[in-house]
């Protein structure tokens, strides 16, 4: 896709470009034919894997009474076997390779699905995901695909998330499990973050900026809420909440401003600044008057530009 | 740097340009700053609407005058975003500007006695007015995304809902196959473009579609295939669109199977709601070399086959019938693009 954007909009914004050119300007924006073919060629293949996988989940998902567990089973193990199948014949395809693999994993989704319909065990549905997870990690690790790994983490998201409902009554004495959860989620997705961002060094088919700022968003948003929580809910330790908070936005600002060039992460941290900040003002008035809101307007405006002003110069820098 | 010093040769190469490579760049931010600053706007717009109710609460009991405070507040904003000197303003424009309209809209519920096609209605033309005269990026962008919203919601209150997704998604997809068809309102369109992009996957999602009937509590005029049938002329309207540059380098035979394909897409992804669209703002972003399109469009197309199985409308076996039916014609397409040679002729880009 042509890079080529941007640069060609400034030039028509700012009148370098005569307004008899543009057209002409343009067509090194517009994609050629043979960048039309290589995209359909990749749209059409991800649809198609991806209809195709979740309709069998969906398939699996009814419970339809009529077709026999047996048969279930064999069609499920089939299509696995020709998804694996595919991989292997095409493993060197930059992206069959990647669908049949991906598309393996979702069919592996619904085979464990159909056995806790089947066998009834008794298990608890964090189990699914927990043995989802862990029968597709030697998959994640040969697709060398990022977007495998991150359907690992959203499983093991959910384990957690799924655990806690069943367990996190264990810790109620000294954790809320709402709480408990938020923490460990946090914990876990910062730690992937920091592996990721570790490993990208070395291998880089990881170097993909989308993946780390969806494991930065899932760290940041769930701190920010326990933050928050730690700031207007009484029964929680407020200073475990600042110390991890500051720590994490201090190597946030420091990272991504010094060591690793990247905006996206320095606006999420204003804007859990920004958030953070004005919830502890807030929240620290005895009493809400004119004068308590114009000071929260005020300052939510002042945060506001302090943050973007910031950003817009450091966006110069790097463009620069 | 160097991207852009090519790019420079090419034009300088084409007689497009002359000179040196010019030194200013306009300073466009990327679109989360522009997040965080409409953020922070209707954060402390908030603030300002508590702050505003406290000094005039007596005053704000007579609804005309709280509609009159509001416009006098969207005036400002006005005048603040036109002469914007500083960021700061910027903030405080915003800010302003959205609690004008809360009062506006506040005042508005009462005086209709919250008959819900006025208010819907009413919105839906403040929201058009302001994405139309707001001289900025990020109160464009928040004022189409409402306008089109409203507009969804008023035409169910009216009796006709899925209409509006198919009608927002011709004006979506008008606005990005002629976005640079206005150059000195290209900041204009493309920010009423955005809007309308966001707009249109909410309202094409499953989650939209099972909350219509909270809006609709008169008789349905419309049913969902209308809506549908709609899209589809849309989608093969844009695809006649995107194909026209090409017309004179491939076969007319070409073109004819193209859209014949599309049709079999269209209908095939009828009961699959929102697909269309979503594929649509990904062609239509791919077609411009708008990689955040591209990615609004994947994004809703993720969430969108997340959300598909809670649809209410119909079973799991019925959805995964749908599904498998598009990913078998999805494969076939494709397999038809790799036996076809009239797409391997043309220099790529990259």
């Given at each position: 896709m042509s890079s080529n954007r941007k640069y060609i909009i400034d030039l028509i914004n700012q009148q370098v470009i005569p307004s008899d050119k543009i057209k002409e300007a343009l067509t090194l924006i517009y994609p050629k034919r043979g960048d039309w073919k290589v995209f359909l060629d990749n749209l059409l293949l991800w649809l198609g894997g991806l209809s195709l996988g979740v309709a069998t989940i969906f398939f699996i998902a009814y419970n339809w009474k009529d077709i026999g567990y047996f048969a279930k089973f064999g069609m499920l193990e089939l299509l696995l076997i020709g998804a694996i199948f595919v991989y292997y014949k095409f493993a060197d395809h930059k992206l069959i390779g990647k669908v049949s693999l991906v598309l393996a994993t979702l069919f592996l989704g619904a085979t464990m699905a159909l056995f806790g319909q089947t066998y009834q065990t008794g298990a608890d549905p964090w189990q699914l995901f927990f043995n989802w997870s862990l029968l597709m990690l030697p998959w994640a690790y040969i697709s060398k695909f990022p977007a495998m790994w991150i359907i690992w983490v959203v499983l093991i998201n959910l384990t957690i998330v799924l655990y806690n409902q069943v367990f996190g009554g264990t810790f109620g004495a000294f954790f809320n499990s709402d709480e408990l959860t938020m923490w460990l989620i946090f914990c876990f997705n910062s730690l992937v973050l920091v592996v990721w961002e570790i490993l990208s060094k070395y291998r880089p088919?990881?170097?993909?900026?989308?993946?780390?700022?969806?494991?930065?968003?899932?760290?940041?948003?769930?701190?920010?809420?326990?933050?928050?929580?730690?700031?207007?809910?009484?029964?929680?330790?407020?200073?475990?909440?600042?110390?991890?908070?500051f720590s994490w936005m201090g190597a946030n600002f420091y990272l991504y401003q010094k060591v690793k060039a990247d905006l996206f992460m320095l606006t999420g941290g204003c804007i859990s600044g920004i958030i953070v900040i004005s919830s502890f003002v807030f929240n620290s008035f005895t009493k809400i008057d004119v004068g308590e809101l114009f000071i929260m307007s005020l300052l939510v405006i002042i945060l506001g530009t302090i943050s973007s002003l910031w950003l817009k110069r450091l966006n110069m820098g790097i463009k620069s | 740097m160097n991207n852009q010093n090519t790019t420079w040769s090419i034009l300088v190469d084409k007689g497009i340009v002359k000179g040196d490579t010019p030194l200013e760049t306009v300073n466009d931010s990327p679109w989360y700053i522009k997040t965080l600053v409409g953020f922070s706007g209707w954060l402390a717009s908030i603030f300002i609407l508590g702050f505003i109710a406290l000094i005039f609460k007596d005053i704000l009991d007579q609804y005309l005058t709280s509609s009159i405070i509001g416009i006098i507040f969207i005036a400002g904003a006005f005048v603040l975003l036109k002469n914007q000197k500083s960021d700061f303003f910027e903030h405080i424009g915003l800010s302003l500007s959205l609690a004008g309209q809360v009062l506006i809209i506040y005042g508005i519920v009462n005086i209709s006695n919250s008959k819900e096609a006025v208010i819907w209605g009413a919105l839906f033309l403040m929201q058009t007015s302001l994405a139309l005269i707001m001289p900025n990026f990020i109160h464009r962008v928040l004022s189409a995304f409402f306008a089109a919203f409203s507009f969804a919601a008023w035409l169910s209150v009216l009796g006709m809902p899925y209409l509006a997704s198919g009608l927002i998604m011709f004006l979506c997809a008008w606005i990005w196959i002629n976005e640079f068809s206005y150059p000195m309102h290209h900041r204009k369109v493309v920010a009423i473009g955005y809007g309308f992009a966001l707009s249109l996957i909410l309202i094409k999602s499953p989650a939209f579609f099972n909350a219509l009937s909270l809006f609709s509590n008169t008789e349905q005029l419309t049913k969902p295939?209308?809506?549908?049938?709609?899209?589809?002329?849309?989608?093969?309207?844009?695809?006649?669109?995107?194909?026209?540059?090409?017309?004179?380098?491939?076969?007319?035979?070409?073109?004819?199977?193209?859209?014949?394909?599309?049709?079999?897409?269209?209908?095939?992804?009828?009961?699959?709601?929102?697909?269309?669209?979503?594929?649509?703002?990904?062609?239509?972003?791919?077609?411009?070399?708008?990689?955040?399109l591209i990615g609004f469009g994947i994004m809703s197309l993720l969430i969108f086959i997340s959300s598909y199985y809670y649809l209410l409308e119909i079973t799991l076996l019925e959805k995964s019938e749908h599904l498998f039916i598009l990913g078998l014609i999805f494969i076939f397409l494709r397999w038809v693009l790799q036996q076809t040679k009239i797409w391997n002729k043309g220099e790529s880009n990259e």
């Open positions: 088919w990881l170097d993909v900026r989308w993946s780390v700022r969806l494991l930065a968003l899932a760290s940041g948003v769930t701190l920010t809420s326990l933050t928050l929580n730690a700031i207007f809910k009484d029964n929680t330790d407020l200073m475990i909440a600042a110390v991890v908070w | 295939w209308m809506g549908e049938t709609i899209s589809s002329c849309v989608f093969l309207y844009v695809v006649w669109k995107l194909m026209k540059p090409y017309q004179k380098e491939i076969p007319q035979v070409a073109v004819i199977v193209t859209l014949i394909i599309t049709l079999i897409f269209c209908i095939a992804s009828y009961e699959v709601l929102g697909l269309s669209s979503c594929v649509m703002i990904i062609l239509l972003g791919f077609s411009v070399g708008n990689r955040i």
